[in-house]
Every structure is written in structure tokens, then in C-alpha cells.
């Protein structure tokens, strides 16, 4: 079974940056990876998603020209470059897997499988 593990969250001035690392206990080679993202009291949603390739990439509307998601099939990683951070930004960020290798659209959880644990990212208001 594929373990996914967050890294690169924490506190951030609104306006700045921060890295988010998905790593992967095994090959991601074959899996379209996805970002969500839970704020307390609300639904978790979903952020951005690459396909297995590298070659899709699907942004939710709040999150495009600030977010970039990025991988690495070499070292079985996943990264989100996210600038300009707003205080909505705020939630706990997790990584997740879909076994076909897509990107969906709109971004919905049901096709995810495999999930990371979360970081959390903070962006005082």
C-alpha cells in the first residue's frame, strides 16, 4: 500500500510563500497525485491535481497564478509552490493519489485512494 507524508507547512505572513513536499513511500509513476485542503468547519476541497506524467494539471479558480504544483517521478515526489498566500488560505494541506494516472475536473476526492496524513498552513489575518 502507498504511504504519502506532507511536508513544508507552517506559519506565513499574508503575501509570502511556502513549499509543500509530497513524498511517497514507493513509485508514483503511475498516479495522478492531487492537493486539498480543510479549513476548520468546512469541507475539505480540492486545491490542484497533476496526472502521472506531469503533462495535465488542474487548478481550482482560487488558487490559479499563486499555486504551482510540480513532480518529480525520479525521487517519487509531488511539490506546491504557493505565493501570494491569504489568510483563506489556511487549512490543513493533504496529498492523495488517483490509480488511473488522472487529473480530474472538476478536482473531487472520490477518485483519490490514497491519502497523506496533512500539514498544517497558517496565514494569520
Known amino acids: 500500500q502507498l504511504q504519502l507524508v506532507e511536508s513544508g507547512g507552517g506559519l506565513v505572513q499574508p503575501g509570502g510563500s511556502l513549499r509543500l513536499s509530497c513524498a511517497a513511500s514507493?513509485?508514483?509513476?503511475?498516479?495522478?497525485v492531487g492537493w486539498f485542503r480543510q479549513a476548520p468547519g468546512k469541507e475539505r476541497e480540492g486545491v490542484v491535481c497533476?496526472?502521472?506524467?506531469?503533462?495535465?494539471?488542474n487548478y481550482a479558480d482560487s488558487v490559479k497564478g499563486r499555486f504551482t504544483i510540480s513532480r518529480d517521478n525520479a525521487k517519487n515526489t509531488v511539490q506546491l509552490q504557493m505565493n501570494h498566500l491569504l489568510p483563506e488560505d489556511t487549512s490543513v494541506y493533504y496529498c492523495a493519489t488517483e490509480d488511473l494516472g488522472g487529473c480530474p475536473t472538476p478536482i473531487s476526492m472520490q477518485p483519490f485512494d490514497f491519502w497523506g496524513p496533512g500539514t498544517q498552513v497558517t496565514v494569520p489575518s
Open positions: 497533476i496526472s502521472s506524467s506531469g503533462g495535465s494539471t
Open positions: 514507493g513509485f508514483l509513476l503511475d498516479y495522478g
